[in-house]
Every structure is written in C-alpha cells, then in structure tokens.
C-alpha cells in the first residue's frame, strides 16, 4: 500500500503515521525528518536546506524529490510506504507520479487531515512544549512566528493538491480535528476501501 498523507503543519500527519507504521508494517517516509537527519549530520543536502527550514519556507522540489527517489529504492519500501510532508508542490506532485510509474508502482490514495486553523498553532507550540518537557531537541521552526509562514507556505504551494489529488480520484479526507484514535478509525475505514 502506498500512500499519503495531506495535510497543513501540526495536523497531526506524523503521529497518525507512526500508527500506520506499527498497524501496516510499511515505513514512514517523512521528508522533514530526512532533512532534518541531513541538517545534524552536515551533509551537502543538510547544508543547502538548513536556512530554508529555520525560516519555514519549502526546500527545492529538486532536492526533496532525489531524497524520496533513493528512499523509495530501498528494500523497506517494496511492500509500500506512508509519504509523510510530501509531496508538498504540484511539482513534487508531478515527480513521485513519474517516480512511482517508471517503478511500475502506483498511489493507492491520498488523505487529507481536514483541520482547523486556528487550532494548529496550539498544537505546534503544545509539540514543542512536550519535546522540552521529555529533555528533547526542540524544533526550531516549532514557534508561533515560523508557523505563520509555514502556514503560508502550506496555503500558496501545498493546498493546491487537493485539487490536483480530488482530479484524479485519489482524495480522501478525513476529520483531523476529531480526538486521535477518531481520527486512526477513519483513515483505517479508507484504507479498507483501496487495494493493498
Ligand atoms: P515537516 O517536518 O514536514 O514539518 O518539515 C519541516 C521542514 O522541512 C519544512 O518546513 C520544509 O522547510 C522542509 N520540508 C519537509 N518536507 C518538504 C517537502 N516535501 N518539500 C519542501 N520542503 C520540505
């Protein structure tokens, strides 16, 4: 099963994925937590995306795409994966689709987290709160000002692939506001709709 997961920051994409992981057995590709990855261990990637994500703002559709296109070769992925903050412009859109069709492999859908705005905030800082409470690193694009503009980002060049998405008979959205394990429950009754 290959799929995504659609939605703005602090939507809880990441925290529904880890339960995909442990349900399915498929792994979670979140493209943050590669760069991320990249930015601690200084790497050339790591070097160029570093400003980039402290301000909030997109790294380069080409970096992004090679980091998927060699994650998505490795052996974990050949039963299927959880795309997890991307893709993230119609560009990347465009990419995995040709990424996924040269593999001979297709989407089985896409899930929107349908969220309210105005309750994300909350969450981010709630997030970043947590981490520090627990004695962990605390993410530097976690605070309320970096969030606007990820906001930003998200509306201008992430929103559109709905669309792109509802077009071509993939999207399913589900309620992200509902509690957690509400939310697990309905993405669980889509994935039971698609074929594994
Ligand atoms: P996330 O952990 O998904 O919130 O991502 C953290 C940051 O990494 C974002 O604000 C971007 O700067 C960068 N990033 C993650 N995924 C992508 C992507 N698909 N395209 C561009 N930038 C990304």
Same mark, same amino acid.
Not at 45 to 64: N, P, Y
Not at 86 to 113: K, N
């Given at each position: 099963?290959?799929?995504? #997961?659609?939605? @703005?920051?602090? %939507?809880?994409?990441?925290?529904?994925?880890?339960?995909?992981?442990?349900?399915?057995?498929?792994?979670?590709?979140?493209?943050?937590?590669?760069?991320?990855?990249?930015? +601690?261990?200084?790497?050339? *990637?790591? +070097?160029?995306? +570093?400003?980039?994500?402290? %301000?909030?703002?997109?790294?380069?559709?080409?970096?992004?795409? !090679?980091? *998927?296109?060699?994650?998505?070769?490795?052996?974990?992925?050949?039963?299927?994966?959880? #795309? =997890?903050?991307?893709?993230?412009?119609?560009?990347?859109?465009?990419?995995?689709?040709?990424? &996924?069709?040269?593999?001979?492999?297709? #989407?089985?859908?896409?899930?929107?987290?349908?969220?309210?705005?105005?309750? &994300?905030?909350?969450?981010?800082?709630?997030? !970043?709160?947590?981490?520090?409470?627990?004695?962990? @690193?605390?993410?530097?694009? =976690?605070? %309320?000002?970096?969030? =606007?503009?990820?906001?930003?980002?998200?509306? +201008?060049?992430?929103? @559109? &692939?709905?669309?792109?998405?509802?077009?071509?008979?993939?999207?399913?959205?589900?309620?992200?506001?509902?509690?957690?394990?509400?939310?697990?429950?309905?993405?669980?009754?889509?994935?039971?709709? *698609?074929?594994?």
């Amino acid at each position: 099963m290959r799929l995504i #997961l659609l939605g @703005p920051p602090g %939507a809880g994409k990441g925290t529904q994925a880890q339960r995909l992981v442990e349900k399915h057995g498929i792994p979670q590709l979140s493209t943050g937590d590669m760069l991320r990855a990249a930015v +601690k261990a200084e790497t050339e *990637v790591g +070097k160029r995306a +570093k400003a980039v994500m402290d %301000a909030g703002e997109l790294v380069s559709d080409e970096i992004v795409n !090679a980091i *998927v296109a060699e994650r998505i070769d490795q052996d974990d992925c050949a039963g299927g994966f959880i #795309l =997890d903050g991307y893709p993230r412009t119609l560009a990347q859109a465009d990419a995995v689709a040709d990424m &996924l069709a040269e593999r001979g492999m297709h #989407l089985d859908t896409v899930i929107e987290l349908v969220v309210d705005d105005k309750a &994300l905030v909350g969450r981010i800082l709630k997030r !970043a709160e947590e981490a520090k409470a627990a004695g962990q @690193p605390v993410r530097k694009d =976690d605070n %309320a000002e970096i969030f =606007d503009e990820r906001l930003r980002e998200y509306y +201008k060049k992430t929103a @559109p &692939l709905i669309g792109y998405y509802y077009a071509n008979d993939l999207l399913q959205q589900v309620d992200g506001m509902a509690p957690m394990d509400e939310v697990t429950a309905q993405i669980e009754a889509v994935l039971a709709t *698609v074929a594994s």
